[in-house]
């Protein structure tokens, strides 16, 4: 909570005082809104949700007040303020317009309390990564749901979002599901075409209140990709990775590092679909 309150305000001289590879990854970590001043002079005002350093072109993807969905090479970031922070929370919060945005932890296991924290909401919306358990999808595949089936066969309808179609059903499970085969046995089971760890939970939770609610989901993994469960314990519950726990996997299996670059890679296609469905719901709503 110091580190942020003591970046409210700041606006480092990019080039000088720093790099903007730095800055952003500043912008990242802070719960609140930002001004990212363009080469051309233009300034846009909202929330970094995603950033990918390491690829040819560099860049960061941010929401707007309006819930646009925007994307920024770092060769065109002139400056990035630190504005006033939106929400006082010591977890991921944004709030603008008619959106807001609250991280509820795997498994949504920090969902009661957060919701807390929020606005009553019109329609609910579960939006995230999940792993793909039909062969024909492929990582950065939309995913909009007309059903979600939990681990324990329970079933919930989904509300449709203006502008998505929904198709087919998502099953959430408690557990990583690691391996190809394993994938293949789900969705040879039932029938769900994707796989997620927290939907049910928001879907059930939405229900039991009378709330209207949609599940928005990007695919991260292929059938194909393994994912070992070790990948898993590398995030907290805000979302975010455990740097020491990264470092105690690379040592413990070789593998992990590599393992761990081809899910960011899938996780920032996932999101980056998941942000322009959000976007245009939020236009047309």
Known sequence: MAEETSLQGWAPVIGVETSVGEVVDRAFDYRGDVTVVTASGSELVGYI???????????????????????????????IRFTARVERTPWPHYRAGSLEIACVGVRANQLEERMTACGSPDVLVSAGACGALAPSLATGDLVVPEAIVSHDGSRHATDALPGLARAGTLLTVAEVVESPGAKSRLWMETGAAAVDMESAVIVAWARSRGIRVAVVRGVSDSATDAVPADLAALVDVGGRVRAGRAIRAALARPGALADAMHL??????????????????????
């Open 49 to 79: 949700y995603n950033r990918d350093a390491h690829v040819a072109e560099p860049y960061l993807q941010m929401f707007d007040a309006d819930g646009g969905s925007h994307q920024l090479s770092y060769s065109d970031i002139r400056a």
């Open 264 to 285: 960011g890679r899938g996780t920032a296609a996932a999101l980056k679909t998941v942000a322009a469905a959000l976007a245009r719901v939020a236009r047309r709503g």
